[in-house]
């Protein structure tokens, strides 16, 4: 039997609530649910560290951010770069795939392939390299109706401000890439198996669909923000003030529409991914694909007075995950409640591929679990993020997807909150006296995580506050860049 092909399709900052097959009734995903229809749906699916650079290098290598050396997009921290020994299109290049990313790939430096054959990029407004222009930039230029750019509605790429795109349909982002994947699979080489990185740069803001999914969602009632008993330090009406407020209290009407567009720009990147799938159906190409759907991280879009990503809080840090393999691999668990991480994606899709998982990779492939056969499986998954907006958001947290820990280090606070009774977090439980034997253990789980870095996170079974201490830095990233800097200079 030939190897399957493999389709990836990655969304930016899409929280795991915002598809049909997760339950929800108000947005529109019927190619996303018929995909999760034939697969897996993944419940307890968390990022490692839920900022885009950080989550993209643990799903390029399949590595903890500890070892990947990025643990997240504040102080301290590093470009995703290159240097990584083993890639998941490396690895896979090397096997005899035609591997191609196509969209958001936030490499450093920006033309840098990590494993790809080729990419053709949208990297939204970031311009990193000397006269680097993205691919989409280019195409939009050239194919453009009259005297506007790509960013001119007025919103910014990190605003929670929302309103309709504002040229013609066909010129959005999130057209183009599909247009581009599908040019690929109409150029690529026919005699070997493809891996097809799709990588839309939405529903990250700016939060700007085109008009006709805008206006449906504005006339559609959508959930309400969900605001914890604990979340009125939050409201800090000079960080709300900004454009691009990480928090603070936003009106209702603002709120809710920068909802309605978030939902209207995930019913467009649905619509466009069924473009994609009938291509391929039409082609011959559906029935031998692995096809993976995810995320990098979500958005917290108001819940708790906050705004964008890094936060432990499932908004941030919970993502959607689906698994549809060919059906020569047998009948799937509809779904699996085990908590998994973007870490098991690389030994998935190589598992799939009879491709051997590198020894450098920290995930672990989930085809036992969607077959039903795992056995003993890890009792929690771990996630990180270093200083970014505000030291007192610096954060660890660990969860089972029923239970989560949050330990904010550099204000030396916990959070302890029951996912199943309580799934958006409204009340810390981390000071009632009778939840204080669950708080001891999964403060235990935490400790076991932190202690081996040797980093002054532990001290005994306690965690050592890190207020005036300086910023955590993984001594991985250096060690990998040291052996790269002559490429960079």
């Not at 839920?50 to 990025?70: K, Q």
């Not at 997009?73 to 990313?101: C, D, I, N, S, W």
């Not at 309400?224 to 209290?249: F, I, M, N």
């Not at 789980?445 to 830095?473: I, S, W």
Request: net charge negative; charged share 20%.
């Amino acid at each position: 039997m030939s190897k399957p092909n493999v389709l990836f399709i990655m969304t930016d900052q899409q929280r795991w609530d915002t598809l049909g097959c997760y339950g929800n009734r108000a947005i529109e995903t019927p190619n996303l649910d018929w995909l999760a229809s034939m697969g897996t749906v993944f419940t307890s699916a968390y990022t490692p560290s839920p900022s885009c650079i950080p989550a993209r290098a643990s799903l390029l290598t399949g590595m903890d951010p500890w070892n990947t050396g990025i643990l997240g997009m504040g102080r301290g921290q590093g470009h995703m770069g290159v240097g990584f020994k083993h890639t998941l299109p490396g690895e896979l290049a090397q096997a005899g795939y035609h591997t191609q990313g196509v969209g958001k790939m936030h490499f450093y430096p920006q033309r840098a392939l990590n494993g790809f054959h080729r990419t053709v990029l949208d990297e939204s407004g970031r311009a990193y390299d000397p006269g680097f222009i993205s691919d989409y930039k280019q195409w939009f230029d050239r194919n453009k109706t009259g005297e506007f750019g790509i960013t001119d509605h007025g919103i910014d790429w990190n605003s929670w401000m929302a309103r309709p795109y504002h040229a013609p349909e066909y010129l959005h982002p999130t057209v183009w890439t599909v247009n581009e994947s599908i040019r690929f699979l109409q150029e690529r080489d026919p005699s070997k198996p493809f891996f097809l990185k799709t990588s839309f740069a939405r529903p990250h803001s700016p939060y700007d669909p085109p008009a006709y999914y805008f206006d449906l969602y504005m006339d559609k009632e959508l959930p309400e923000p969900a605001v914890g008993d604990w979340a009125h330090v939050h409201d800090v009406p000079k960080d709300g003030a900004s454009p691009t407020a990480w928090r603070g209290v936003r009106s209702r009407e603002e709120i809710m529409r920068a909802r309605a567009a978030y939902y209207g720009s995930i019913h467009f990147i649905d619509h466009q991914i069924g473009r994609l799938l009938i291509y391929m159906q039409n082609n011959g190409l559906l029935n031998n694909t692995v096809i993976i759907f995810t995320s990098d991280h979500g958005d917290m879009l108001g819940d708790h007075h906050l705004w964008r990503k890094t936060y432990a809080y499932e908004g941030s840090a919970h993502i959607p995950l689906i698994v549809r393999l060919p059906k020569s691999f047998g009948n799937p668990l509809p779904y699996v409640d085990h908590p998994v991480t973007l870490q098991d994606i690389m030994p998935t899709i190589l598992e799939a591929a009879e491709v051997p998982v590198p020894n450098t990779v920290d995930g672990r492939s989930l085809l036992p679990l969607i077959r039903g056969d795992a056995g003993p499986w890890r009792e929690y998954v771990h996630g990180e993020h270093s200083t970014c907006y505000s030291e007192e958001q610096e954060m660890q947290y660990v969860t089972d997807g029923k239970m989560k820990y949050v330990w904010l280090p550099r204000i030396g606070q916990e959070q302890m909150f029951d996912l199943e009774s309580d799934p958006y977090e409204r009340v810390n439980l981390a000071g009632e006296p009778e939840h204080q034997e669950a708080l001891l253990l999964w403060r235990a789980r935490m400790v076991a995580v932190l202690e081996v870095r040797n980093a002054g996170l532990t001290e005994g079974d306690q965690l050592v506050c890190q207020a005036d201490k300086p910023f955590l830095v993984s001594p991985n990233y250096r060690e990998r860049m040291d052996g790269v800097e002559c490429f960079l200079k």
